[in-house]
């Protein structure tokens, strides 16, 4: 069974127009087209093409991702080189995700601030506050940020002697 540019994008969640742009990249080549030089994917396509989108959201460029589907149209001799590119984009969405985590906690522990704050009418009602009056998810928070202010601190103060 084949199916249409229309019919893929709508499968894989992705725009017509991102799929056609593959197609402008090269990096869809492998798709047949038909008597019309429309493409027709068939169901082995999906999955290279669900890898392409896949590396894409991961935050390669279309470069990155052309080079490494040229390496796989290369053979198993390309093995070593794949896997150092999966990994060094892996490492890259690992460090991603550690500061977006960071940022959400701050944003989690700015909100159960401003929260108290409101019902108290002020923000100084955190001023006198112990972390053993904070719940336990917004301390270990509170006591992150002030880890990490401290050793900014001490790093500032050891470079600027």
């Known amino acids: 069974m084949y199916y249409t540019v229309s019919e893929v994008a709508k499968r894989l969640n992705l725009s017509p127009h991102t799929i056609r742009f593959?197609?402008?990249?090269?990096?869809?080549d492998f798709v047949e087209r038909d008597q019309n030089g429309n493409?027709?994917?068939k169901e082995s396509d999906f999955e290279r093409l669900f890898i392409i989108a896949s590396l894409k959201r991961a935050g390669m460029t279309i470069k990155q991702i052309r080079d490494f589907t040229v390496l796989c149209d290369k053979g198993d001799s390309t093995i070593p080189e794949r896997l150092k590119i999966?990994?060094?984009q892996r490492i890259s969405i690992e460090e991603q995700i550690t500061?977006?985590?960071?940022a959400l906690d701050v944003l989690k522990y700015k909100s159960w601030l401003y929260e108290v704050a409101?019902?108290?009418g002020t923000t100084a009602v955190h001023d006198n506050m112990s972390l053993e009056d904070m719940p336990?998810?917004?301390?270990?928070?509170?006591e992150r940020i002030k880890r990490l202010t401290h050793d900014m601190e001490a790093r500032?103060?050891?470079t600027s002697k």
């Open 22 to 28: 593959y197609g402008k990249e090269g990096l869809i």
């Open 39 to 41: 493409r027709i994917f």
């Open 86 to 88: 999966i990994m060094d």
């Open 99 to 102: 500061e977006l985590q960071d």
């Open 118 to 120: 409101q019902e108290a």
């Open 136 to 142: 336990p998810h917004i301390r270990k928070i509170k």
């Open 156 to 158: 500032y103060k050891s």
